[in-house]
């Protein structure tokens, strides 16, 4: 019920944005919705949320300042613009949403009882 797009290639310094609709005859009206990055051999890590309804957005400390997520309500969207691209940002990115919860996204093994799953897409920062 996850559909991702964008992500890619770029060099470091870059930007690429992604964006992550919930699909389905019917959604929740108050839910968490952000991304998780992985990196070979890492446990999944929280990146970003942000919460409806209201606007209430977190971040990971190693993207304060560089990612930036918001949301489109109406079309049940979800956008991650990330600028200022490092290589060590190169991961597979989720999207994932949660019923009412975020605190799913950041603490230790969270990411197991998340509700919904985008299908995951690679980035790569040279």
């Known amino acids: 019920q996850l559909v991702e797009s964008g992500g890619g290639s770029v060099q470091a310094g870059g930007s690429l944005t992604f964006s992550c609709v919930a699909s389905g005859s019917t959604w929740y009206t108050r839910y968490c919705m952000g991304w998780f990055r992985q990196i070979p051999g890492k446990e999944r890590e929280g990146l970003a949320t942000i919460y409806t309804p209201g606007a209430y957005t977190q971040y990971v400390d190693s993207v304060k300042g560089r990612f930036t997520i918001s949301k489109d309500n109406a079309k049940n969207t979800v956008y991650l613009q990330m600028d200022s691209l490092k290589p060590e940002d190169t991961a597979m990115y989720y999207c994932?949403?949660?019923?009412?919860?975020?605190?799913?996204?950041?603490?230790?093994?969270?990411?197991?009882?998340?509700?919904?799953w985008g299908q995951g897409t690679q980035v790569t920062v040279s």
């Open positions: 994932a949403a949660n019923p009412d919860r975020c605190e799913l996204f950041w603490v230790a093994g969270g990411f197991n009882h998340v509700t919904y």
